[in-house]
């Protein structure tokens, strides 16, 4: 067997040709949820305030994301303008690691999972979150 990202199993006493390997992918534990703390200003602009309509005025305005990066490093490239979001790219303050530093790394299918979890808890909590 190679060591590629995905295992490559068959069948005891079968040839491994390609029509009977099957591909059983890894739980490899490399992605980050994270949340970028934006400028209140972001609350000017009519479509955030729709998706928050409950927020606590006296908490801020938080971006939460999912990246197969170190957070820190997309947060520069949310700023640069690669792969960005226009309020993180505008307003954009500040990681947060205090709200998300203990959930990560997760693997992929959990990191999407997560993200949406943080979102709504923190939604819960009063912040006005943007997610995509």
């Known amino acids: ?3 590629g990202k995905d295992l490559l199993l068959r ?3 079968q040839a491994p040709t390609a029509a009977r390997l099957v591909r059983v992918p ?3 534990a490399r992605h980050h949820v994270y949340v970028i703390q934006l400028d209140p200003a972001v609350l000017e602009h009519a479509k955030f305030r729709a998706a928050n309509p409950n927020h ?3 908490k801020p305005p938080l971006y939460v994301g999912m990246t197969g990066l170190d957070p ?3 947060f520069e490239r949310h700023k640069y303008g690669v792969k960005d979001n226009h309020y993180v790219r505008r307003y954009g303050v500040r990681l947060r690691p205090d709200l998300y530093a203990e959930l990560n790394p997760l693997p992929y299918a959990e990191a999407q999972r997560m993200e949406w979890v943080l979102a ?3 939604r819960n909590d009063g912040y006005a979150v943007w997610q995509k």
């Open 1 to 3: 067997m190679g060591r």
């Open 11 to 13: 069948e005891p006493g």
């Open 26 to 28: 890894k739980q490899v």
């Open 56 to 58: 606590d005025p006296r």
């Open 72 to 74: 820190a490093t997309r």
């Open 120 to 122: 709504r808890e923190l």
